[in-house]
């Protein structure tokens, strides 16, 4: 590998990256890559970023579907308020009707009265 020309404005590796290129990388004898201060990937930290990243996906599936029941609630609440909303302001609307039908009883009652006490006198 070394040996291998060099491209235009390629910065040639250290004689360490092309040894550990070449040396097995499940070899437990590595230790000239630990020497130089060079890691290889081990199958125990990959397996233990693996499973942590599994256990942070079941996280966020478990934080998602929480988040989605909560949802499927504060929509069932809004419906129900939205019922209320609309009886109350159907009762509204009767209480006012009412309310204008008593004003003119009233007003006719008054009307009826105040012409009474004119006959008389």
């Known amino acids: 590998m070394r040996a291998q020309a060099v491209a235009a404005g390629q910065v040639p590796l250290p004689s360490a990256q092309v040894v550990s290129k070449v040396l097995p990388q499940n070899s437990s004898n590595n230790t000239f890559l630990k020497n130089a201060g060079l890691s290889t ?64 009883m009233l007003q006719k009652f008054r009307h009826v009265i105040t012409s009474g006490i004119s006959c008389q006198s």
């Open 41 to 104: 990937p081990s199958s125990k930290s990959s397996l233990a970023r693996e499973v942590a990243q599994h256990r942070e996906l079941n996280a966020q599936k478990q934080s998602s579907a929480v988040l989605h029941d909560h949802l499927e609630e504060l929509k069932k609440k809004t419906v129900v308020a939205e019922e209320v909303l609309e009886r109350t302001a159907s009762l509204f609307d009767e209480l006012k009707k009412q309310e204008q039908e008593s004003h003119l």
